[in-house]
């Protein structure tokens, strides 16, 4: 079965520090994979989406990166935080195929002082 | 430019009740999926359920089903018989074919709480 792991679940970090968060998916090859960011009480925005390994597009600009090492993981990082990156983070991946849904990872609360 | 807008920011039902929430959507593409997730207080992201717009017949889940008008672009969820558990915040989201790989675009999203 086809699975996404997310870590960490809850993150407070200082203003200027650097930030790196990771995503695997299990039972899947080659799947597309996504980065959104949720404000508090707010819909989701698209950040990153790669569909390949080194593949990836960013759909905003923003103090943010996002890096594709392996098929099955995906790293959203910065080199120092601003207090506008709160918020939560969710990671995505897709089976090719449309008429698959996007499965989401549990999230991690992202909360800088 | 693809857009998803749900009007209603929030939306209350009683326990075994129904209820429905509206979406509308806009795109230029022929060849698009809808669906809608639930996002309880855990903040999870849920599927509940889909629609490819080439079929006309409404998608049903248990008690889930959409009223899908593709000429209106109007993609409204009811859940029939209410339960405290459906409270969450629901999202109505659409991707389309062509070189979108898969990217989805959401709604701003309807808190509904079901009150016992």
């Known amino acids: 079965s086809q699975t996404i792991h997310q870590w960490p679940a809850t993150l407070v970090q200082p203003v200027g520090s650097p930030l790196s968060l990771e995503c695997t998916v299990e039972g899947t090859s080659n799947p597309n994979l996504y980065w959104y960011r949720q404000a508090a009480g707010r819909g989701l925005q698209l950040l990153f989406y790669?569909?390949?390994?080194?593949?990836i597009s960013s759909e905003v600009p923003q103090n943010l990166s996002a890096s594709r090492p392996q098929d099955r993981q995906f790293i959203l990082s910065s080199k120092k935080l601003l207090l506008s990156d709160s918020g939560f983070y969710l990671c995505a991946y897709l089976d090719r195929g449309l008429n698959q849904p996007q499965h989401f990872g549990d999230g991690t609360r992202l909360s800088i002082l | 430019a693809q857009t998803v807008t749900q009007s209603q920011p929030e939306m209350s039902v009683q326990e075994a009740e129904t209820v429905t929430l509206s979406c509308t959507y806009d795109?230029?593409?022929?060849?698009?999926?809808l669906f809608w997730y639930k996002q309880p207080p855990s903040r999870q992201m849920i599927l509940v359920i889909r629609?490819?717009?080439?079929?006309?017949q409404n998608a049903t889940e248990n008690r889930f089903s959409v009223n899908f008008q593709k000429a209106a672009k109007s993609f409204s969820l009811k859940i029939s018989d209410s339960q405290l558990g459906d409270t969450a915040m629901y999202f109505c989201a659409l991707t389309s074919g062509g070189t979108s790989y898969g990217k989805l675009t959401f709604g701003q999203g309807t808190i509904l709480t079901v009150h016992p």
């Open positions: 795109t230029s593409e022929n060849n698009y999926y």
């Open positions: 790669s569909v390949g390994i080194g593949q």
């Open positions: 629609q490819e717009a080439y079929k006309q």
